[in-house]
Structure formats: structure tokens, C-alpha cells
């Protein structure tokens, strides 16, 4: 019988960046993917401020600040008449070095994560699927199915990433609470447009349809990605998208001549479901990314969430594992990330309504898609039982630079130091980090990055002056305080 410490299922966004964690931290894993290659379908375009920092941690933001774009303005259209263009909306703060969402197809994030992986060691069984899962004392027995060939693997833990339809989640018995939206369908693929520059992304709008027509071009590529909101029959049926359905449809819609799609690589529809697992963790197994939590796409959060979970999970199992912490951390993963999930469901809901809403009017643009919270900055974990201390000042959104209190709980804001660079270049690595202000003791274990504040930027972003600020190996703040002893006690 083949032994596994982690089991990771499903090779999309969430499980490699959950792979990624595990890597760097040397923990053993295996990690399987039912499919023989990548997907090319675009999906998820939109990588937001909060998940470009995770991935700045992980060294790859940088490659992939260069493949999508951050300023393409919104373009619209009333049939072939057009409205104008609406510049993207960016939040002026100065606690992040990636204040802008960046879009891309979600190929190229899934690219990247498998090149960095690959560079840590890791490496993905394609073909192979997860057919069965039962607890066992102490751990998680799996059936792998490949080519026919089935492999019975204990696992010391399981984590099922296996997407929105996870058979993994039905097979622990976690339900998936809330609905679907059967009135709320989209045709979704990729193109090739001739007749439209690549400059903007277009939007035809309408009374009837809300969004009647979107087509969004990517960098670098000829590929555009379509969307066009579809009103399903009695039955809740749309008609199965093909190329030539692509072109009568934008025909029909928006009258305008002269635009032709060819070499359609993807077509998909999207029903909307909103739904979320009821618990996290069964047993030593558990659920991440949209396996745990699915919503309407407006506002682009869906991929970034999972990236999220798997950032919260990963040096938690690395802890667990190499004996540095109990099993009980593990169940903060579902105390921190389910009310995330709940806000992400409402938030995307409420997002979807302003936009359909606006667009029925003509009205629509990156206001009512993009907004302070869309960046995922401003989400924290106050209420955790791993947050301890902090100023007792209510946080407004974009308050942090200015030295409001900060609390335990709160994502660590980055800094734009005095003397060149940021915070986060000194912050990088699978570690627990240390601030320490005004030159207290820093009474700490190895293993913990300490770093000595003397740059004045640091001081009045975080608004102390003597004392440290622990931050979690995730960025986020653990404690603020005196001294750090009887917090990892506690672990
Ligand atoms: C049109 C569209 C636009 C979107 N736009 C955005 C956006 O702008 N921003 C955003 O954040 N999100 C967006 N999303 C959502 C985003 O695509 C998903 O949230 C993301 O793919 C979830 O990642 P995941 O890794 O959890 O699951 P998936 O990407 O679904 O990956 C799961 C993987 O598990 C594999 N698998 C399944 N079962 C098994 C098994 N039993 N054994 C082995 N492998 C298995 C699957 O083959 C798959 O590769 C969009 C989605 C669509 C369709």
C-alpha cells in the first residue's frame, strides 16, 4: 500500500497553488489531475490586488504583471451605436504594490503556477483520478484510477480542489448549500475577432439582456474571450454554443457590420450557482477553491478565493506536518475561510444585480464591477482565535497607509520603504515574520524572519512605535504586542 503525507486533487488554480505552498515547505505530496493536459479555455480573466501579492510571495507576479493588462479602458455599445469609453477603476492606495486588478486568461496563471512548481520540484500525474476516498484512523484512504490501473493510497491528509462539480465533496458527505440560478445563463468561449481593434474591452447593453454582448481581448494573443447573456427556454435550456451560433448571435444583437469570429478554441455556457460547502474539513480531508464556494462571476473573485484558500491551507498542513503546530490549527482553515466565502457569495450577488441593473440602462462600466472590495485587500481575519491584540480602532477601507490601528487579523499592509524597495522584498518566504519597533527584544525561536524597523515609512504605515507585530507565513497580522512567547505556546 502506497503512503502519501498530502493528497492533492485537481490541477487548476487552486490545487498547484496549494502544491506550490507545499513545495517550498518540503512537505511530501502527490498531486493528481483527471485530465490528460491543460485546459485552454480562458475562464477567469481578472487577478486581483490580494492573490498578485500571494503570487509576489511565490515569485511569479512579476512575469505575470507583463502577459495581461491593468488599464484597458470599457467600451460601450447601444447596437452598433457607440456610448464610450470608461477608464478602469483604480484605488489610489499606497499599502500595496499591486493596486490594479490585472486581466489574463486564466491559462496563463495556471502556466505559470505549473512553471514554478516544476522549478520546486513538483510534478503533476495527468490522467489520473480520484474514484473513492474513506477515513481511516489517523488518515484518508484513496482510489486513483489510471489507464485502468487503480492504486489504493493511504494519505495522512486530502485535499479535494477538484472544482465546483467535486465528486470528492459529495463522497465526504459535504453539502452544497444554496441554489441555482437557471434564469441566469451565459454563453462563454474563445475567438478570434476580425473587424474590432484589441484596445478595449467591448460591451454591447441593452434593456432586454442587460450584457447582450461582451468580447474581451487578451494580451499577446489573437484570442478574445465572448460572453452573451442567454434566456433559456421552459425547460431552463440554452442552445449549445458552436462558432456559427457565436456570429448570428453578435449579428442579431448589435446590427454592426464588418466583425467576424473564426478559430473558436472554447465554447462553454456558465449557469449561475450560488452555493457553498457546508463545512471544510471532514476528518483529515478537506475541500478549497470552488469544490468549497461558487457565485456569479461579476467582480472576478471566484479563482482569486480558492488561490486564497490554498495560501491559508498550505503552511498550515506544512506546520501540522513537520510537528510544529497541533492538528486544531488545521480547523482554523475553515474558521477564517468560510466567513470569507459567505462574504464572497453575498458580495458577488450584490455585484451581479448593480451590473445587470446598470446595463439595462446603458449605464454600466468598471464602477459597478470594480470596487475597493473586488481588490480582496481590505479582507482579514479579526475575528480568528489566531488573531491576538491590536488597536481597537474600526478600519475603514484604505485607511491602513495612513497609520490607522492596525489589528490582529489585518492583511499586513506592504510599505514603499525610505530607502527604495517595499516591505514585501524583505517579507518574501514560506516563514513567520517578525517587526520589531523601537528596538525591544525579540524573543523568538529560529525559523521566525526577524526584521528591525528603523525605516519611518514602516513606523507610520503600522502605527507603532515600540513593540512587534508578528505576521503570519500568509501575511497576516497574528499579534501585536509585547512580545511573541505565549503566542506560539499557544500553537
Ligand atoms: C467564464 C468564466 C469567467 C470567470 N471569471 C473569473 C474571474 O474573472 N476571476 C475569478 O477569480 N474567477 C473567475 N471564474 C471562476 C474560475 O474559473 C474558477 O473559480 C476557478 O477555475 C476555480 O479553480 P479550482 O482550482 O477551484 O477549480 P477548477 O479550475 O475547476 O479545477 C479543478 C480541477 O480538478 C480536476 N478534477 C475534478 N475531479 C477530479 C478527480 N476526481 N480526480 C482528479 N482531478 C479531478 C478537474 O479536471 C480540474 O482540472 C470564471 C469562470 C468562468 C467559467
Redesign the pocket.
Known sequence: MNQITVLI???????LTLACELARRKVPFRI????AEP?RGS????L?PRSLEVFNDLGIAEELMKMGWTDLPFRKFNGSQLIGDSPRSVFAREDTRYPKTLLLP?WKVEDSLRGKLGELGGTIEWS????DVSHTDGGVMCRLERAGFVEEVACRYMVA????K???RKKLGINFVGETRQQEQLW?GDVEVEGLTPDAWYNWLGSKFGIAFALFPFKDTRIWQL?AVMLPDEEGNVPTPTLEGFNELFKERTQMEGVRFTNSTWQ?I?RVNIRRAERYRVGNAFI????GHVHS?AG???????IQDAYNLGWKLAAVVHGQAGDGLLDTYGEERIPIADWLLAATSERQKAMMAAAATGKAGFETLATQDTTQLNLNYRDSSLSVGGADVELRAGELSAGAGLRAGDRAPDVRLVGGGWLSDRLKGPEWKLLVFGGVSADVDEGVNVVQVGDEAIVKAYGVDRGVVLIRPDGYVALVGDSVRDYFKGL
Not at 475562464?43 to 481578472?46: C, H, Q, V, Y
Not at 472576478?300 to 480558492?306: A, I, K, V
Open positions: 486533487v485537481g490541477a487548476g488554480p487552486v490545487g493528481v489531475e483527471r485530465l485546459p475562464r477567469a480573466k481578472a486581483q486564466q489520473t483520478e480520484l474514484t480542489c477538484d472544482g465546483g467535486s465528486s470528492t462563454v460572453q462553454s456558465y478549497a477553491g470552488d469544490a462571476i472576478g473573485m471566484g479563482m482569486n478565493t480558492g
